[in-house]
Protein backbone atom coordinates (compact mmCIF):
# COMPACT_ATOMS: atom_id res chain seq x y z
CA UNK A 1 0.00 0.00 0.00
CA UNK A 2 0.77 3.55 -0.72
CA UNK A 3 0.86 5.05 2.25
CA UNK A 4 3.01 2.05 4.06
CA UNK A 5 5.88 2.96 1.89
CA UNK A 6 5.44 6.99 2.80
CA UNK A 7 5.23 5.69 6.80
CA UNK A 8 8.54 3.29 5.96
CA UNK A 9 10.11 6.45 4.26
CA UNK A 10 9.41 8.44 7.40
CA UNK A 11 6.93 10.92 5.62
CA UNK A 12 3.74 10.30 7.65
CA UNK A 13 3.28 12.47 10.87
CA UNK A 14 0.45 12.59 12.94
CA UNK A 15 -1.15 9.88 11.14
CA UNK A 16 -5.08 10.10 12.27
CA UNK A 17 -5.56 6.54 10.06
CA UNK A 18 -4.38 5.17 6.77
CA UNK A 19 -6.74 1.83 6.34
CA UNK A 20 -8.23 -0.03 3.39
CA UNK A 21 -11.81 1.97 1.81
CA UNK A 22 -14.13 -0.70 1.52
CA UNK A 23 -13.46 -0.55 -2.25
CA UNK A 24 -10.82 -3.31 -3.87
CA UNK A 25 -7.58 -1.09 -4.38
CA UNK A 26 -8.18 1.53 -2.09
CA UNK A 27 -6.54 3.16 0.69
CA UNK A 28 -7.29 6.34 2.85
CA UNK A 29 -4.92 8.07 5.02
CA UNK A 30 -5.30 11.08 7.43
CA UNK A 31 -2.38 13.10 9.39
CA UNK A 32 -0.20 15.39 8.31
CA UNK A 33 2.59 14.66 5.20
CA UNK A 34 6.30 15.51 4.65
CA UNK A 35 7.18 17.79 2.25
CA UNK A 36 10.89 18.35 3.35
CA UNK A 37 12.64 15.96 5.61
CA UNK A 38 14.65 17.62 8.09
CA UNK A 39 18.68 16.94 8.18
CA UNK A 40 19.70 13.85 8.95
CA UNK A 41 20.81 14.30 12.89
CA UNK A 42 23.03 11.55 14.56
CA UNK A 43 25.25 8.92 13.01
CA UNK A 44 22.15 6.57 13.50
CA UNK A 45 20.68 8.28 10.66
CA UNK A 46 17.95 10.04 12.51
CA UNK A 47 16.26 12.72 11.06
CA UNK A 48 15.23 15.56 12.38
CA UNK A 49 11.52 17.30 12.86
CA UNK A 50 11.01 18.07 9.00
CA UNK A 51 11.09 21.31 7.88
CA UNK A 52 7.81 21.66 6.37
CA UNK A 53 4.73 19.37 6.09
CA UNK A 54 0.97 19.60 4.75
CA UNK A 55 -1.29 19.51 7.80
CA UNK A 56 -4.51 17.70 8.03
CA UNK A 57 -4.28 15.79 5.02
CA UNK A 58 -7.09 13.89 4.07
CA UNK A 59 -5.76 11.48 0.61
CA UNK A 60 -7.45 8.19 -1.12
CA UNK A 61 -5.30 6.04 -3.09
CA UNK A 62 -6.11 3.36 -5.99
CA UNK A 63 -2.85 1.40 -6.31
CA UNK A 64 0.30 3.39 -6.37
CA UNK A 65 -1.56 5.87 -7.31
CA UNK A 66 -3.50 8.84 -5.19
CA UNK A 67 -6.98 9.74 -6.35
CA UNK A 68 -7.78 12.61 -3.49
CA UNK A 69 -5.78 14.73 -1.81
CA UNK A 70 -6.33 17.59 -0.15
CA UNK A 71 -4.63 19.43 2.69
CA UNK A 72 -3.38 22.46 4.52
CA UNK A 73 -0.15 24.26 2.99
CA UNK A 74 1.78 27.39 5.20
CA UNK A 75 3.01 28.90 2.29
CA UNK A 76 1.49 28.53 -1.85
CA UNK A 77 4.75 28.50 -2.89
CA UNK A 78 4.85 25.03 -1.31
CA UNK A 79 3.05 23.89 -3.65
CA UNK A 80 5.71 23.37 -6.07
CA UNK A 81 7.48 21.03 -3.66
CA UNK A 82 4.73 18.81 -2.58
CA UNK A 83 4.06 18.30 -6.12
CA UNK A 84 7.72 17.40 -7.50
CA UNK A 85 8.25 15.06 -3.86
CA UNK A 86 4.75 12.89 -4.35
CA UNK A 87 4.87 13.40 -8.28
CA UNK A 88 5.12 9.55 -9.14
CA UNK A 89 1.76 9.02 -7.19
CA UNK A 90 -0.18 12.07 -8.39
CA UNK A 91 -1.78 12.12 -11.85
CA UNK A 92 -3.85 14.51 -13.81
CA UNK A 93 -6.90 12.77 -12.53
CA UNK A 94 -5.66 13.44 -9.08
CA UNK A 95 -8.06 15.42 -7.15
CA UNK A 96 -5.68 18.22 -5.73
CA UNK A 97 -7.83 20.36 -3.07
CA UNK A 98 -5.38 22.48 -1.18
CA UNK A 99 -6.37 24.76 1.94
CA UNK A 100 -3.47 27.26 1.69
CA UNK A 101 -2.75 30.14 4.56
CA UNK A 102 -0.64 32.76 2.76
CA UNK A 103 -3.48 33.09 -0.18
CA UNK A 104 -5.43 35.76 -0.62
CA UNK A 105 -8.26 34.57 -2.56
CA UNK A 106 -10.13 31.39 -4.02
CA UNK A 107 -8.51 29.53 -7.51
CA UNK A 108 -7.80 27.38 -10.28
CA UNK A 109 -4.01 26.75 -11.42
CA UNK A 110 -2.16 23.65 -13.32
CA UNK A 111 1.11 22.88 -12.24
CA UNK A 112 3.43 20.50 -14.20
CA UNK A 113 -0.06 19.50 -16.02
CA UNK A 114 -1.58 18.59 -13.01
CA UNK A 115 -4.81 20.77 -12.44
CA UNK A 116 -5.22 22.24 -8.64
CA UNK A 117 -7.44 23.74 -6.56
CA UNK A 118 -6.65 26.26 -3.87
CA UNK A 119 -8.98 27.78 -1.42
CA UNK A 120 -7.34 30.36 1.05
CA UNK A 121 -7.71 29.27 4.51
CA UNK A 122 -6.03 31.64 7.44
CA UNK A 123 -7.96 29.30 9.71
CA UNK A 124 -9.97 26.39 10.15
CA UNK A 125 -9.77 22.58 9.97
CA UNK A 126 -9.61 21.30 6.15
CA UNK A 127 -12.09 18.86 7.20
CA UNK A 128 -14.48 21.10 8.13
CA UNK A 129 -13.97 23.79 5.09
CA UNK A 130 -13.48 20.50 2.92
CA UNK A 131 -17.12 18.81 4.15
CA UNK A 132 -18.80 22.52 4.04
CA UNK A 133 -17.93 23.11 0.63
CA UNK A 134 -18.86 19.83 -0.98
CA UNK A 135 -22.46 20.49 1.19
CA UNK A 136 -22.00 17.65 3.33
CA UNK A 137 -23.35 17.17 6.43
CA UNK A 138 -22.76 14.53 9.68
CA UNK A 139 -25.83 12.82 8.05
CA UNK A 140 -23.87 11.51 5.02
CA UNK A 141 -21.56 10.42 7.16
CA UNK A 142 -23.61 8.42 9.41
CA UNK A 143 -22.38 4.99 10.45
CA UNK A 144 -18.93 5.24 8.33
CA UNK A 145 -15.65 4.70 9.61
CA UNK A 146 -12.93 6.88 8.81
CA UNK A 147 -11.91 5.70 5.12
CA UNK A 148 -15.46 5.32 4.25
CA UNK A 149 -16.00 9.00 5.25
CA UNK A 150 -12.76 9.72 3.09
CA UNK A 151 -14.39 8.12 -0.01
CA UNK A 152 -17.67 9.96 0.42
CA UNK A 153 -15.45 12.91 0.01
CA UNK A 154 -14.03 11.76 -2.70
CA UNK A 155 -17.24 10.59 -4.26
CA UNK A 156 -18.31 13.98 -3.88
CA UNK A 157 -15.77 15.83 -5.16
CA UNK A 158 -16.02 13.91 -8.15
CA UNK A 159 -19.33 16.41 -9.15
CA UNK A 160 -17.47 19.79 -7.38
CA UNK A 161 -17.47 22.42 -10.05
CA UNK A 162 -15.33 25.03 -8.71
CA UNK A 163 -16.45 28.51 -9.58
CA UNK A 164 -12.87 30.13 -8.51
CA UNK A 165 -11.12 31.94 -11.00
CA UNK A 166 -8.49 29.69 -13.05
CA UNK A 167 -4.99 31.45 -13.03
CA UNK A 168 -1.14 30.86 -14.23
CA UNK A 169 1.07 29.89 -11.91
CA UNK A 170 2.79 33.27 -12.15
CA UNK A 171 -0.66 35.42 -11.46
CA UNK A 172 -1.13 33.04 -8.60
CA UNK A 173 1.74 34.05 -6.83
CA UNK A 174 0.99 37.74 -6.73
CA UNK A 175 -1.78 36.13 -4.53
CA UNK A 176 0.35 35.91 -1.56
CA UNK A 177 -0.14 37.80 1.59
CA UNK A 178 1.46 37.41 5.22
CA UNK A 179 -0.64 35.34 6.67
CA UNK A 180 0.63 32.58 8.70
CA UNK A 181 -0.60 29.74 10.77
CA UNK A 182 -2.43 30.71 14.21
CA UNK A 183 -1.32 28.12 17.06
CA UNK A 184 -3.46 27.85 19.93
CA UNK A 185 -3.90 25.99 22.74
CA UNK A 186 -1.66 25.73 26.54
CA UNK A 187 1.45 28.09 26.70
Same mark, same amino acid.
Given at each position: ?????????????????????????????????????????????????????????????????? !?????? *? =?????? /?? $????? #????????????????????????????????????????????????????????????????? !?????? *? =?????? /?? $????? #????????????????
Amino acid at each position: MIFDAFEQDGLLLNTNFKEAAGKPGYFAYRGDLVLVEGEIGDTAGRRKPPVSAMRQVVALANGDKM !TLLAGS *L =DKLAEL /PT $LLEKY #APFITPDTKLLMFVIDAAKNFRTSLSGIPVEVVSLPEGAVWNELSDMLGLDKSDFKGQGGAEKVV !TVYTAL *L =DHRSKS /PE $LTWEE #AQGLVTNAKRQIHGAI
